[in-house]
């Protein structure tokens, strides 16, 4: 089989949820000595980056999504240990997590998830995250995003707090953040001094790509 | 000067003529009442008014009827009554639940896993989690206030059960992995659901329906009508089959499932504040009571006194003329920490707009 042709049929794997099939010829790949890393992006992300676009027309709802990413990770964990040497330090970097007090991780996930089909790279802190770990974190990888959810209104104030954080360490410019969740709004945003505020995934990787390309 | 601006500075705000039972039994029938209905929406975020620790109120039947008794007395809700929470029944089915003291209790490991599913039991509702709690608290409601107030217990949707049986990406990958699979959990979902809402109905309690996971917002309209609706239905048709009759709540989107829930059988539905009341009153209004949809963030826990009584008149203008009447209440459940202010302020918009109608 042809490499474009292989990328092609591992893309369409993804959109159709076959994680078995996915696996396969992640396998195939290999045995053919493709290069993982144009696998996972020519293959596995792209096939993400349509299921994305599917997603934002209505044609997949999170059912899909969720189940394509499972398939995509499927791949991916195939793959990435033949990776040949560090990713380039070109992508945008994102820190993200839902606040200490919170498990409520869905949306959270599915930024996560449509980040990734756009080549960001992603740090997932997980849900319930002390709050000192997001400074922590992007610190540690010199991230670009801090993002931060929340589903409560009893742990909104996890979000300030955070960027308090950064004020007091003097490195609030350092970093853009951008909140989300069910009680979030843009004038919350706007009153704890955040960057940006995202009603959903999409428009959370469209401001993303905004702000990193301003 | 405006109405609304005179609220709190030396408005007299109308008192009530009819106490709630009279009011929703004339209403129901189309008659003239005192005043337009409105109910608070709450339960365990508003502990605080009884001055209770969330953790402490969702274990004490005691707790739960206090709090019922201080918002009719403090309030004069139209409506008071206990919910299952979201994660009752899954508690009940072996999920293992957090619970805070200044916050809601939260899944913490699902009672299963796609592949363990088929194990999902039968409950004995005098013995499993919460449920004979909650049971205690209603029978105290209904014989402290129930020829007061119309008194109601709130389960939950068996899709939404079913994810917090699962948890919610497990549910929702599993549709689409394992179908069969997740259509016989819902079955044992819907004898679950059956075997509490028997109570209800010999208790002569009201039922009401939270299914927030069968939201637009997570999944598509075929879903719904695929893994949710029918099982639902067959909740329903249990009610109806006993001469009874039950309203729904969904959070977040629902537009496109509104023709669905039109024929489901319910008899009211209450929409969250996404939606809007005026299509609302158009596409259910001719089959089913409306409920709605005072911002719960925005207007109720972060607004003040005279936002709320904005938004509400919004709500009243809107929604007053539904063929099958309206009832003023907050788009879901108020949030911890809701000033009471904000809750008079929605009971006086129903007192100040609601006359006359």
């Not at chain 1, 970093?175 to 709004?185: A, Q, R, V």
């Not at chain 2, 013995?127 to 709690?133: A, E, H, N, T, Y």
Request: net charge negative.
């Amino acid at each position: 089989m042809e490499k474009e042709l292989l990328f092609q049929k591992i893309s369409d794997s993804v959109v159709e949820m076959e994680d078995e099939l996915v696996e396969e010829l992640c396998e195939k790949s290999l045995e053919m000595g493709i290069d993982a890393s144009e696998t996972i992006n020519k293959g596995l992300i792209h096939g993400m980056d349509r299921v994305s676009v599917l997603y934002e027309e209505q044609e997949y709802f999170l059912p899909e999504v969720l189940t394509a990413s499972f398939a995509l990770n499927a791949g991916i964990d195939i793959l990435k240990p033949h990776i040949k040497g560090e990713s380039t330090d070109k992508h945008i970097k994102v820190v993200i997590g839902v606040v200490e007090g919170d498990t409520h991780d869905i949306g959270k996930n599915l930024v996560k998830i449509m980040s990734e089909s756009a080549s960001f790279e992603v740090y997932d802190l997980g849900r319930d995250v002390p709050l000192a770990d997001f400074v922590a974190k992007a610190e540690e990888v010199n991230a670009d995003f801090i993002c931060m959810s929340t589903l409560m209104t009893t742990t909104m104030a996890g979000m300030r707090a955070v960027i308090d954080d950064l004020k007091a360490k003097n490195i609030r410019d350092k970093y853009k953040i951008l909140i989300g969740g069910g009680p979030i709004s843009q004038k919350f945003a706007d009153e704890i001094g955040a960057d940006a505020y995202a009603v959903d995934a999409a428009s959370a990787v469209r401001k993303m790509k905004e702000m990193a390309h301003a | 000067m405006h109405r609304i601006e005179q609220y709190l500075n030396g408005l007299v705000v109308p008192k009530d003529e009819l106490l709630p039972i009279e009011r929703m039994a004339l209403y129901s029938k189309g008659e003239k009442v005192d005043r337009m209905p409105c109910c608070l929406d709450t339960g365990e975020t508003l502990s605080y008014l009884i001055n209770t620790p969330i953790d402490v109120y969702y274990h004490s039947a005691e707790k739960m009827y206090m709090l019922e008794q201080y918002i009719f007395d403090n309030f004069g809700s139209d409506g008071a009554g206990l919910s299952t929470t979201l994660r009752g029944m899954a508690e009940a089915m072996g999920s293992e639940i957090r619970y805070h003291a200044n916050n809601i209790a939260q899944l913490y490991k699902p009672a299963h896993t796609l592949r363990d599913v088929e194990n999902a039991r039968l409950v004995d509702i005098d013995k499993d989690g919460r449920l004979p709690i909650i049971l205690e608290g209603l029978r105290m409601v209904k014989e402290k206030l129930g020829d007061k107030v119309p008194v109601s217990g709130t389960v939950t949707g068996p899709f939404t059960i079913a994810a917090m049986v699962l948890g919610t990406e497990n549910l929702l990958i599993g549709m689409i992995k394992k179908p069969e699979k997740i259509k016989a959990l819902l079955e044992i979902i819907v004898e679950n659901n059956n075997r509490y809402i028997q109570r209800l109905i010999d208790m002569g309690i009201g039922i009401g329906f939270a299914d927030p996971v069968s939201s637009t917002s997570l999944i598509s309209p075929e879903q719904y009508r695929k893994f949710s609706l029918p099982y639902f239905k067959k909740n329903v048709d249990f009610i109806k089959s006993q001469g009874s009759g039950c309203g729904l709540h969904i959070c977040g989107t629902s537009r496109k499932i509104w023709e669905d829930i039109r024929d489901s059988g319910v008899t009211c539905f209450g929409l969250d504040n996404v939606e809007s009341l005026t299509e609302a009153k158009e596409v259910l209004g001719g089959a089913m009571c409306i409920q709605g949809n005072v911002p719960p963030v925005e207007v109720m826990r972060l607004g003040t006194p005279h936002d709320v009584l904005r938004s509400a008149k919004k709500c009243i203008d809107e929604a007053h003329d539904s063929p099958k009447g309206f009832v003023l209440t907050s788009g879901c459940q108020m949030p911890v920490n809701t000033p009471v202010e904000n809750m008079q302020a929605l009971m006086d918009a129903a007192r100040i707009f609601g006359r006359d109608l």
